[in-house]
């Protein structure tokens, strides 16, 4: 065992010599840390800039009651910051030229001229209907039990009321929304307006919910702020990062530098080579996760601390990456090959695994694609041991760990050249 911690020690000082290794295994997960931190730790709510044009305006040019009432609506969401533009110009240069030659989202809400009126209009044929279909059903039930006289006059003004309800004109006041189409939160701001409308209409005709909605908690999970969420995608992603692209890198560098080959002519066993690179990612991925977890806490409060499942993970994590590191190194040759390939493969994972966003975002054929992927399962794993405690999600990310891990090992060592021929 003393070898292997010889080879433990000379490999984790060579990290500790390396000024970007140091900042690309510790700081930069920290960094990343705290701009996810300040951007989801629910320090303020998000605004989003909208200009409203209202073209809907009395003969002394003020806006009519109607689409003030609905303007007030939207600003009491406290989501939007409102910017009136004047019913006079063109609505979109006026948006451009307001945000400045720096640029910026452009959202733009067109009221329509003649709102009010559609409006009240179409909410009286609304409230009509809705009579004409209660007086109707109220009728077929009770038809029965009415006298013939009554039941005549009763027809003969139910088909009166549906007749007038048939011969109004059909209005709708109308709404028009410019966004650009590449502005990532036109969906929000649209969903924002489109429920604000809706609700306006419903309390125009007087309409009333008959269904309660309740939210509950998942039970046994603690009330985790969004960054608690965050920090075990990115502990997963720079431990896979540590493993794929740093043992790649490291390797192929003391290969190149003749290191290995001289190694190699000791009595230094090529498993006992693995083994201490192996204990020096996982010493390296626990400080990681120990100095993240620190910043957390003390920054931003994050309440996701890992426990002893955890740290298995860790370990079993790092034992995998080490072994795709040491598979990569032992059939790249070059130095810089080996870093653009060990890149290549580690950071389109990094963001295809589910660590940043949950997969369901994607679409179905990414979907199927993230689930090859090592990193999905142990990004999995660490967030059912440290946010939600679920023991069969822990136990089935565990196992297929551990087989990834085994396979990834038994393949590096197999290509591992370690005696010259």
């Known amino acids: 065992m003393k070898r292997p911690l010889i080879i433990f020690i000379a490999v984790t000082k060579n990290w500790m010599r390396s000024k970007s290794g140091v900042f690309f295994s510790i700081l930069f997960p920290v960094l990343l840390l705290l701009v996810f931190g300040a951007v989801f730790s629910g320090g303020g709510t998000a605004t989003y800039t909208l200009f409203v044009q209202n073209l809907d305006r009395t003969t002394d040019g003020k806006p009519t009651n109607m689409t003030t009432f609905f303007v007030d609506a939207l600003n009491s969401t406290e989501t939007f910051n409102l910017r009136d533009v004047p019913p006079d110009v063109d609505a979109t240069p006026y948006a ?39 007086l109707n059903t109220t009728f077929q039930y009770f038809a029965p039990y009415l006298s013939n006289e009554t039941l005549i006059a009763t027809e003969q003004g139910i088909a009166q009321l549906g007749e007038y309800y048939t011969n109004m004109t059909e209005r709708s006041a109308s709404l028009t929304l410019i966004m650009d189409s590449s502005d990532q939160s036109a969906g929000i701001v649209k969903s924002i307006v489109m429920n604000v409308a809706n609700a306006f209409n419903y309390r ?5 919910n ?15 702020k969004a960054i608690d969420f965050y920090l075990p995608g990115i502990i997963a992603a720079f431990i896979m990062t540590n493993g794929i692209v740093g043992v790649t890198s490291n390797t192929t560098e003391f290969k ?27 010493l390296l991925n626990i400080m990681l996760t120990v100095i993240v977890i620190a910043i957390g806490w003390l920054v931003f409060g994050v309440q996701a601390i890992p426990d002893a499942i955890s740290v298995v993970l860790i370990f079993l994590g ?12 032992g059939i790249i040759k070059d130095v810089e090959a080996a ?13 295809l695994s589910g660590t940043y966003w949950p ?13 090859v992927l090592p990193l999905t399962y142990f990004s999995e794993g660490l967030r059912y041991a440290m946010i939600y405690k679920y023991s069969e999600g822990i136990l089935t990310n565990m196992i297929i760990i551990s087989a990834l891990a085994t396979a990834f090992i038994i393949v590096g060592s197999l290509v591992t050249r370690w005696k010259e021929k």
Request: proline fraction near 4%; charged fraction near 20%; avoid cysteine.
């Open 210 to 224: 008959v269904i309660d909605f309740e939210e509950e908690p998942i039970t046994g999970v603690r009330q985790f």
């Open 339 to 351: 870093s653009a390939v060990g890149n290549a493969i580690a950071f389109p994972m990094m963001f």
């Open 359 to 371: 997969i369901e975002f994607m679409p179905t054929y990414m979907q199927s694609f993230s689930r």
């Open 96 to 134: 451009r030229d307001a945000v400045g030659p720096l640029g910026g989202n452009i959202r733009i809400l067109i009221i329509s001229k003649g709102f009010e009126e559609d409006l009240v209009n179409g909410t009286f044929k609304v409230r009509v209907g809705i009579s004409y279909s209660t």
């Open 204 to 208: 125009l005709i007087e309409a009333k």
């Open 256 to 282: 190149r530098r003749g290191i290995i080959k001289r190694l190699s002519i000791t009595p230094l066993a090529k498993v006992e080579w693995i083994l201490g690179n192996i204990l020096s990612q996982t």
């Open 318 to 329: 790092s034992v995998m990456f080490s072994g795709i590191g040491m598979t990569l190194s």
